[in-house]
C-alpha cells in the first residue's frame, strides 16, 4: 500500500517569505500527486495536481509543486506567502492499479507571521 | 457547476446516540461518493465509497455504517456513537474511478461524542 509523509507538521514563516512545504511518498509505481488546502472548519479545496508531462505544475493563489520520480517527492512551494496562505496543507496520492483511492498525509499547518 | 453540501455543519451528541451525517452533490449524476474522517492532528481516513446507488464498500470495519439511497445523496450513520468517533467528517466525490480523477470535498461536518 502506499505511504504519504509530510515531514513537517508545523511550518511557521513569515509574511512576503518563501516557503516549501514537503511531501513523500513510498511506491515508484506510477502515482498521480495532489495537494489540497483546508482553511480552518471547512472542506479541502485542490490546489493543484500532477497527472503526466512537465513535473513542474502551477496551482492556484500563486503556489508551485515539482514531482520528483527519483526522490519520490511532491514538494509544494510558494515563493512569497500572504497572512491569507495560513491554513493546512494536504498531500495526497493516488497509485496506478488502485482506482480511486487516494492516500493522504497528515498535513502541514502553515503559519503566516505578520 | 457541481456543488457538494454536507449537513449538519456542527453536532454534539452524548455517548451511545444514533447518528444520521448527509452529503448531497449538485450538478452532476452518478458520481463517485466518499466519507471520510479527520481525527485530530491526524489525516484523511477513507470510512466508506459508493460508484452508485445500494453499492457501498467500507474501507475501515467500525461502528459506522453508510448508504445511497439516491444518486447524489450519501448518508454516514452509526446507530450507537462513542467517544472515538469524534472528528470532522467530509464528503467527497469525483466523476470517475479513475486514478487521476480528482475528488472534490464538502465543507464538513465536526461531530463531537462525550
Known amino acids: 500500500a502506499q505511504s504519504v509523509t509530510q515531514l513537517d507538521s508545523q511550518v511557521p514563516v513569515f509574511e512576503e517569505a518563501p516557503v516549501e512545504l514537503r511531501c513523500n511518498y513510498s511506491s515508484s509505481v506510477s502515482v498521480y500527486l495532489f495537494w489540497y488546502v483546508q482553511y480552518p472548519n471547512q472542506g479541502l479545496q485542490l490546489l493543484l495536481k500532477?497527472?503526466?508531462?512537465?513535473?513542474l505544475v502551477k496551482g492556484i493563489n500563486g503556489f508551485e509543486a515539482e514531482f520528483n520520480k527519483s526522490q519520490t517527492s511532491f514538494h509544494l512551494r510558494k515563493p512569497s506567502v500572504h497572512i491569507s496562505d495560513t491554513a493546512e496543507y494536504f498531500c495526497a496520492v493516488s497509485q496506478r492499479g488502485t482506482g480511486n483511492q487516494f492516500y493522504f498525509g497528515t498535513g502541514t499547518s502553515l503559519t503566516v507571521i505578520p | 457547476s457541481q456543488t457538494i453540501h454536507q449537513w449538519p455543519a456542527t453536532l454534539v451528541q452524548p455517548v451511545g446516540s444514533p447518528l444520521s451525517l448527509e452529503c448531497t452533490v449538485e450538478?452532476?449524476?452518478?458520481?463517485?461518493l466518499y466519507w471520510y474522517r479527520q481525527a485530530a492532528g491526524r489525516g484523511l481516513q477513507l470510512l466508506f465509497y459508493s460508484i452508485g446507488i445500494d453499492q457501498i464498500s467500507s474501507e475501515v470495519p467500525q461502528n459506522l455504517s453508510a448508504s445511497r439511497p439516491q444518486d447524489r445523496q450519501f448518508i454516514l450513520s452509526s446507530k450507537k456513537l462513542l467517544l472515538s468517533d469524534s472528528g470532522f467528517y467530509l464528503c467527497?466525490?469525483?466523476?470517475?474511478?479513475?486514478?487521476?480523477?480528482?475528488?472534490?470535498f464538502g465543507p464538513g461536518t465536526r461531530l463531537t461524542v462525550l
Open positions: 467527497a466525490w469525483s466523476v470517475g474511478l479513475a486514478e487521476s480523477d480528482t475528488q472534490y
Open positions: 500532477y497527472l503526466s508531462g512537465s513535473t
Open positions: 450538478g452532476t449524476s452518478n458520481p463517485n
